[in-house]
Each structure stands twice: as C-alpha cells, then as structure tokens.
C-alpha cells in the first residue's frame, strides 16, 4: 500500500495551539510582522499562550516568564527564549541571555503541556501559541511565513506542531492547514509557510490562528524547548482583485486497488471577478475533469463558465503494485491571471488486494498504536509507542523525520533500563492464503540485545503473553545487526500457519548492560501466488557432548526448520563417531528426506556420540544440504579426557542471581535457581566463576542442591564486596552485583580469596572507578590436585565495566584503564604463575562494541598483544560464536597466563548454548548469558618460561614498615634493578645499583609514600625477586 499526500501551493507546517489574547489586533498594511524582540515587556499585542488546547477548545490560559531563560533551563512554561536565528546550539547562557534577538519559547514536561496533569486549571497536553485578529474585511488570500524553533539538542523527545484556525468570540472548531512539523533532540530553526487558501478571507472576526502541539511528545527522556520567531502574516487587500475559491480544500480517497480507477470525487470551484480562464492541473496517479467521464491531468474553465459555481471532477488511479509503505500525495492546482492559486490536497492509498499492509503513518499518540497494533509491557516502564521517525522509502540511512513509525527504547534518565515489551500484532487469519509471507523494515541504534519475532495460535487477543495456556513459537527471524543504524527489510513465510487467529509479535528487552533503540515500520502480509525462497534453519550451531567414556553412546537432539523445499534434503556425518538417525533407532552416517518428507517441517534429529578412543577430542561439522539452499554446518564436540583426570573450569554471568526488584533479571527466582543448578549439574565442572550473584543465601541453598543433586561435594565462596559496597556490612552489599566461586574442595584447595586492587569508596583509588565503583577483580588461589599432582593456580574472576549507550567512549575508558592496572598487578606480584583471569570481559578480545573509540581495538589488547598470555576463546569468537542471548559476539571470555595456557586442553574451550536451548524462556528465566567451558590437564608438560624458572621470594625487612626498610639478596652485582608498585599498579620508585645502593633509595623514600600495600620487584643477572610489604 502506499499513501501520498497533495497540497496545492502550501509550502511546510506546524502545529497551533489556541489562547486567550491580550488584545484583538486590527489588520492594517501587508504584512503583519512580530519579532518578539519586546517581551521582556509582556506578550505582543494580540498575542496569547495556552495550554490544553483541543480542536474544539482553546484551552487553558497560561503565564509568560518574561525574564531571559535558557534553552536548556527544565522547568516547564512559556518563556523568553533567545532566538536560534544568529547563535548556535552551543552558545553559551550568557550569549543567549545578552542576544536582542528574542523568540516566544515553551518547555514542556511531564507535568506542564504534555501528558496529562492535575493542576487546577489543567496544563497538560496542547500547548499553543495563538494569534487574535479583529477581521479580515476586505482582505483575502492569507498567507502565513514564521520560524519553528527547535532549542535543546540533548533531549530525547519529539513533538509535532500543526497551524489551525478557528474563528467567534469562542471558537467550538479548529481546522488544520497545511503539514506537521517537529522539535525535538536536534537544533533547528525552520522557515514554515502555511497558505489559508480562501478560508479567512472577508470574515467579519475575530479570527483566531494558532501553533498548537495537539499530541503527547513522543520517544525517551526530556521534553523539548521549542519556540516560534519572526511571525509574518500577509494577505491581498485590493478589494477588486479576482478570486479564487475551492471547497474543500481536501479529497481523501482511502483505498483504491491498483490499476483501477476509483470513482470520481468532487470539489467546488468558485470565480469571481475573474478576468482570465481558470487551470485546473494534478499529476498522476490523479486526473481531473469537468463531465466526470473525461479525465486529463489539466482542463479549463473559462470566465464565462465560473460565473456560477463549478463541480470540479478528480479520479485517482495508484499504479505501484506491492508497496509495503509509503503516502501517495498530490495536490490540483487552480490558477487565473490575477487571482491567488488555489490547492485542493489528494490523498489516497493505492491497495494490493493480495497485500494487508500496516505501514503506521496513523500512529501519532503516546499511549495508543495504529494498525491494531498493541503493546503489552511485562518488565520495565519503557513501551513500543509511536515515532515521526519513520522509514524513508528512498533512503535507508535518513534519520530525519518522515512518515510514523513505532519504536522502543530502554534507555532512559541517563541509564539503561531492564526492560521486556512486546509489539503484538491484530488477529490475522491465513486460512484462505497460498504462501503466506510477511515482511518488515526494522532498525536499530546504540548496544543492547536484539529484538525476536514469535508467532502463536493460542493468544487471544488481548492480554498477557505469557498466561496459561498462551504459547509462542519463535520464528528465528533475521534483524539488522546491532548499531548499524540503517533500514534492513526481512521477511519469512507464514505457511505452516495457515489458519485464522495468528498473532505474531516483536519482543523487545533491554538490560542494565545495554538498551538499544529499535524501529518498526512498514509490516506486510502478502499472499503470495509463489511460495518464498526455500529456508532451513538450525535448532542450534553448536552441539556440545561433553565427557563420554570410551564405548559408550550419549545422545543429543538438534531441529531443522523448513520452508518451501524444492528438492530433497541430505544431513552428512563426516566422523563415524557421530551418527544420525530419524526415529532414535537406526542410526547411520548419513540421512536423506525427500521433499514431501520434509518441507515446511520441523525435522527432529538424534545424533549419537560413539567415542572408541580415549583421551581425545572429537569435533565434526555437519553437512546439511537442500536444493537452493547455502549449505548449513551444525558443529559436534565430545571427549573422551576423563574428568576425574582433567580440570574442568567454567565462568558464567547468572544476571541479577536471586534479586527479587523489577527489572533487574529473572522475575521468578524460585526458576532461575533451578534453572541454573541443573545447568552446574550437566556442566559437571571442579571450578565455576560466577558474575552478578545478588542473594547469598540463594546461592548457599543452590550449592547444596547441586552437592545433593550431582553426588559430589560443593562449596562456594562469594566476594564481600561489590560496586558501592565496601564490605558485608555496606548497606549496598545485600542488592549489588557481586562475585562468586563454586568449586570442589576434594579437587581444589583454596589458600586464600582476595579483591585484587581493592580499596574502599571514601579513598577513590583509580581502580576503584575503573571497576564498576569497587567491583574488583576477585582472586581464589588455590592449589589443585588431579592425577596426583597438585598445582597452585590464581583463578580472577572479572566482571568488567558494562557499556551504557550514551556514555559509551566514557564506559571503555574506565574499563581499560581496569583491564591495565590489572594487568601490572598480576606481572609484578604474580609472575610465572598459572592464571586464569575469566568472567564477564564486557568487550570482545579484537575490536570492541564500544562506539565513540578511536582505534576500535580491545580494552583488553593489552594481554592480548602480550605473548606471555594466551587468550583461550578468542578462537570462539573468530568463529562467528556469541556469550550471550542479545549480542553477536563473545563477551565473556577465558585468558591463561603461558604456564596456565600450557595445560589448557587444546580446542576444549566451549559456549553451552546448548545447555540453553534445554531451557524453555531460557533468555528471561535463567540469565542473558551463556557458561563458558574451558578443560585443563595438569599431566601435559609445562612449556619453560623465563618467568616460570627465574622468579624467587624477596626477604623484606621491618615489614609493615614506618620509616625504613631493607631487602637483603643472594647477589652482589652493580647493575640490579630495583621498582616499587602499588596494588593498583602504579610506579612510585625505580632505581639501579647494588643491594646497598639501592637499600638507601628504598628507605629514603618509604617516609613519603601513603599507607598502603606496596610490591617490590629486584631483577637481578641470576633471577627476579618479588615481595610486599605495608607501609604504615
């Protein structure tokens, strides 16, 4: 479908709001001009400022704050604005404040001229600038030039304003000319001209004509700061001039099927003193005429026939098949020598019979939808609503405003909200359709999850999603990537749904750790004579058996989804270790389906693990292949490393574990915890790292289902700080974000649990903003025993920085500046150990998904570049794998010092998406992300590192230490050098020279340094020496 819109010779538009003037102005010499350079005085005469204002009321009277205000000043009123004409979006409050050049301003919010309100009189929505004129006797052709100001850039919300008139003492109508204009969350300062055509002309008065923002704003955050400027009004006043008059000045046409004429709609064409011919010209897909039988895009009525008053015939033929959006707009055009043009406006919407179409273009309130369209909210207060940022049909990449669309954003008050909303489609019945295909325009800014598109056949209509009995079926839908910011069309065939009451919905969600902006517009449902390209789609990419003892089967499902085969289908196992098999009974290397057999069908697969040698990783990719379709390649991994043998490692964020506020995670929690102790349990791991645990005693009671439940003993340890939280008394330490190990204590032997860089809130070491506000990195040394031989490893459980959308280039500062001083604190106090540093990276290993960052490289390239760390899941994410449900990418990562990386089970490194797709709603009722899985063997021979070999205690004395302290070594060169780090890994002392020398050095400086602890490193020609000490 698509709709335009034709205007006569109206150039652009805005909105108008009606008031009580101060005084009726009379019309004298064209034009009247008002700067309102004067009302540091008062309103203009004539002039007055309303709120409330409806189209059949004035409104409600407001107050003018003739004082200087600022663009960016919150309050809501009518105010003295400086004007945008000669200044720009920067300038600064004392600029605007001395500029003489005013504008008659507004800022609207919740409470005043927006929304609704309960103030006494109302001040709510319909804000309005109004204009009084006494009458217009004698005067025609009205004309109206003024500048729409657009003043607060950094607002989120948009409003639309609209010209009306209205005319008595007291109007009972308003009637709008012309088109809409906006502000909003850009700085504008718009020329608008609205042409009156002959509807004010000769009246005996008053005459009212106002600006008026009749909607709610529309979008996230503040309300804007708008104005209007250099209000002209001009008009004709030679009472012989020859006139022009059309009534009405609007024919809408409604639907038309393409390619047939529509029947013939009239306007009425008066001339008077005319001295010449009249033209009536319009533009395709319209056509006009005198008889209503003989159509042409120009005809002529002469003087002689206008003397009394003429039909004027239109007919609109659209002639654009399949448009899924998009206003067909003309206008006819009169024009005589002499006289003033005259426009009718046309509208219409050229109707595929085979299409239904909802393209939006109604959608302009707050609370309300078009199309039938409705949303349902189930976390958060953001909602799917309207926006005059729509799809521009000729240009992908516009940002400016077009035609409606709707959009949700959890972005709001400057953070990112949690948020799940779903957009649910009216009923549509398929029943009588062929191929059935349904196609959208979607687009998205900023970082956050992506949006979903389900379908159901039980949903009644109206309420919730998910009550009893309701379910959703999703349909794997392709949607543009994150922040690519560019219009994508898509679409997917319905046919294996072909009956009536089909729902189909867009499910947002946002969390804390991102929220990104999405746009719908322009949704087609098209019953197509052929069916959609053929499709096949995968239940999972990756299928992960685990450890599975030689000779022995374990089986696992994966689903293919298909749609419109035009051939048979092949499944290909490339390793006799895996076998496939339709009926769970026969298995074999290799399946074939015909067509019949599998089209427009979910195909459940059992694939068998038949490992036959030991100690060894199994991986294969599947060859799934169609007719017409790009082959797909499902990937399968076992092992068969005995796990009594091995260290099994796994770090996992289980967002908001236990937290019982709205918004932050799962809101049944009783779920979550089971959800979340049958995935430990198949992980079957010796160590978790755990990011986001809130409830301690939640973790406590699923430590002691997973001991009971896997017939292993567990214990866990949960850091006793967290962001804002110094320690376990903090009132802040209960609801935060905090860090956790379970682990088994007959494999792993803690020595000591310890927050790395850790300070407390009052001192604002730099680590301290670096990390979330003091959710550092938490460490469990410990010493690990396997086949009998123990390891000390430092496992560092991470929960970095997050980005936030507008603080974005902010947000990856911080985190680096982390990422950093963690790094020195491990190469200066833990040299040549075996590391793990894993959890919640919050950026990709190569590149980042931070924006604003110049070079994009990591926040983490700094082990990255460093040949002394491995990174263990970088080879993941080359792959195309992704750590959490909304993000395409691995943000939760695995790094290994060399000696660590040494034992590291080559390729054993996993994301268990697998284990999600064992969940139902596994997305809103376990957590956002997915385990990551790691396998060491402490058996593997360690490769030699200079580190690993070289590094020897360091003897410190007095420690703690006050005002002297020495070092004493085996060594007695010349050439020894010495630093001195803080925690946070900040140099504070360098030097070179004998023990005695630099002894000296040491102790003339420990008088100057802070309290604190501090790491001492000497590289010496035979080793390196490294200790602490505590200067008091």
């Not at 709001?17 to 700067?35: G, K």
């Not at 708008?226 to 009472?239: C, G, H, M, Q």
């Not at 060399?898 to 957590?927: C, E, F, Q, W």
Request: some cysteine; overall charge neutral; aromatic content about 10%.
């Amino acid at each position: 479908m698509m709709k335009r819109f034709l205007l006569l010779s109206w150039a652009s538009l805005l909105t108008v709001a009606s008031f009580e003037a101060r005084a009726q102005v009379t019309l004298t010499t064209s034009p009247y001009v008002e700067t309102f350079d004067g009302l540091a005085s008062g309103l203009p005469a004539g002039f007055g400022i309303y709120t409330n204002a409806g189209p059949n009321q004035l409104g409600t009277a407001a107050t003018l704050t003739t004082a200087p205000t600022t663009w960016g000043n919150s309050s809501g009123a009518f105010k003295n604005f400086a004007s945008a004409t000669g200044l720009k979006s920067t300038a600064s409050s004392a600029d605007q404040a001395a500029s003489p050049n005013r504008a008659l301003g507004l800022r609207q919010t919740g409470s005043f001229g927006d929304g609704t309100s309960t103030a006494t009189p109302p001040t709510g929505v319909g804000p309005a600038f109004v204009f009084q004129v006494a009458n217009t006797l004698g005067k025609t052709d009205f004309e109206l030039n003024f500048r729409l100001q657009s003043l607060d850039s950094t607002i989120g919300r948009t409003a639309t304003w609209q010209v009306e008139y209205g005319f008595g003492a007291t109007p009972a109508a308003f009637t709008a000319v012309g088109t809409t204009a906006t502000t909003g969350p850009f700085f504008a300062n718009a020329a608008l001209k609205v042409g009156f055509g002959g509807a004010l002309d000769n009246k005996a008065g008053p005459i009212w004509i106002r600006i008026v923002a009749p909607t709610p704003t529309t979008g996230p955050g503040s309300r804007p700061s708008s104005a209007i400027d250099d209000f002209t009004l001009s008009w004709n006043a030679n009472p012989n001039a020859p006139v022009l008059a059309v009534a009405p000045a609007t024919l809408d046409f409604g639907q038309q099927t393409v390619n047939v004429p529509s029947a013939p709609r009239t306007f009425t064409l008066t001339g008077t003193r005319l001295t010449a011919a009249a033209t009536v010209r319009t533009a395709a897909p319209f056509a006009v005429s005198k008889d209503g039988t003989t159509f042409d895009t120009t005809t002529v009525y002469s003087v002689a026939e206008l003397a009394q008053p003429r039909l004027v015939y239109v007919r609109f033929t659209p002639t654009t098949l399949g448009q899924a959006s998009g206003a067909v707009s003309g206008v006819t055009n009169v024009r005589s020598p002499g006289a003033t043009s005259r426009d009718v406006a046309l509208s219409g919407s050229g109707n595929d019979l085979t299409q239904t179409v909802f393209n939006f273009n109604a959608c302009t309130s707050s609370t309300a939808l078009a199309d039938g369209w409705v949303q349902f909210s189930v976390t958060g207060t953001q909602t799917w609503a309207c926006t005059s940022f729509g799809r521009n049909p000729t240009d992908p990449t516009d940002s400016s405003p077009n035609p409606s669309a709707v959009q949700m954003n959890g972005f709001a008050n400057g953070g990112n909200v949690a948020n799940e909303d779903w957009l649910i489609s009216p009923a549509l019945n398929l029943t009588s359709t062929s191929f059935p295909l349904l196609s959208y325009w979607t687009r998205t800014a900023f970082n956050g999850p992506g949006l979903r598109l389900l379908v159901s056949t039980t949903y009644p209509g109206t309420g919730s999603p998910n009550a009893s009995g309701v379910t959703w079926t999703d349909l794997s839908a392709n949607f543009p990537a994150q922040n690519s910011n560019v219009w994508q069309n898509n679409s997917l065939d319905l046919s294996g749904y072909k009956r009536g009451g089909v729902y189909v919905a867009f499910v947002y969600t946002s969390t804390t750790n991102g929220a990104a902006r999405w746009s719908l517009d322009d949704v087609v449902l098209t019953n197509s004579a052929t069916p959609s390209a053929p499709t096949v789609r995968l239940s999972t990419q990756n299928l992960a058996f685990g450890y599975q003892p030689v000779n022995t089967p374990a089986y696992r499902n994966i689903v293919l989804t298909t749609t419109n085969l035009t051939g048979p289908l092949t499944v290909t196992s490339p390793d006799a270790a895996f076998q496939l098999s339709k009926d769970s009974l026969v298995f074999s290397p290799s399946l074939t389906y015909t067509q019949a057999e599998a089209s427009n069908r979910q195909l459940p697969i059992r694939v068998r693990f038949l490992p036959t040698r030991a100690a060894a990783d199994y991986a294969a990719t599947l060859s799934v292949s169609t007719a017409n379709v790009p082959t797909l390649t499902p990937n399968l991994r076992g092992n068969t490393y005995d796990a009594t043998k091995t260290l099994e490692v796994v770090n996992w964020n289980v967002e908001w574990f236990g937290s019982t506020v709205s918004g932050q995670g799962p809101t049944d929690v009783e779920l979550q915890q089971t959800n979340v102790a049958a995935i430990l349990k198949t992980l079957a791991a010796d160590v978790y790292a755990l990011q986001e645990v809130v409830d301690t005693v939640r973790l406590r009671n699923l430590v002691a289902t997973l001991s009971a439940q896997s017939g292993v003993q567990y214990a866990y340890k949960t850091a006793d700080f967290g962001s804002r939280a110094d320690d376990a008394a903090d009132s802040d330490y209960a609801s935060t974000q905090k860090l956790s190990f379970i682990y088994r204590p007959d494999v792993v032997r803690p020595v000591k649990f310890e927050g790395l860089l850790r300070c407390p809130e009052s001192q604002n070491c730099p680590a301290f903003n670096a990390w979330s506000s003091g959710r550092f990195p938490y460490l469990m040394a410990a010493d690990v025993t396997l086949d009998g031989r123990t390891q000390r490893v430092n496992f560092v459980n991470i929960h970095a920085k997050a980005n936030i959308s507008a603080t974005s280039a902010n947000d990856y500062a911080r985190r680096k500046a982390g990422v950093e001083q963690l790094k020195t604190l491990l190469d200066t106090s833990y040299p040549g150990s075996s590391t793990l540093v894993l959890g919640d990276f919050n950026d990709v290993l190569e590149g980042t998904i931070a924006s604003g960052v110049t070079p994009a490289v990591s926040s983490y390239n700094v082990f990255v570049a460093d040949p002394n760390y491995v990174a263990l899941t970088l080879p993941l994410a080359r792959a195309g794998a992704q750590s959490t449900v909304g993000f395409g990418t691995v943000i939760d990562n695995v790094l290994a010092t060399k000696p660590m990386a040494t034992y590291y089970i080559n390729g054993s490194a996993a994301i268990r998406t697998d284990l999600a797709a064992g969940v139902a709603n596994y997305a809103n009722t376990t957590t956002d992300h997915y385990p990551v899985f790691t396998r060491f063997s402490l058996t593997q021979t360690p490769l030699a590192t200079t580190r690993a070999t070289a590094t020897a205690p360091l003897n410190l004395y007095p420690n703690p230490a006050t005002s002297s302290i020495r070092f004493e070594l085996p060594e007695t060169g010349r050439n020894l050098r010495l630093s001195v780090y803080t925690t946070t890994g900040r140099l504070v002392l360098e030097g070179t020279g004998s023990v005695e020398q630099l002894n000296k050095q040491l102790s003339q400086r420990i008088a100057g340094l802070s309290n604190g602890l501090y790491v001492v490193r000497v590289v010496g020609a035979k080793q390196t020496y490294v200790s602490r000490f505590q200067k008091q």
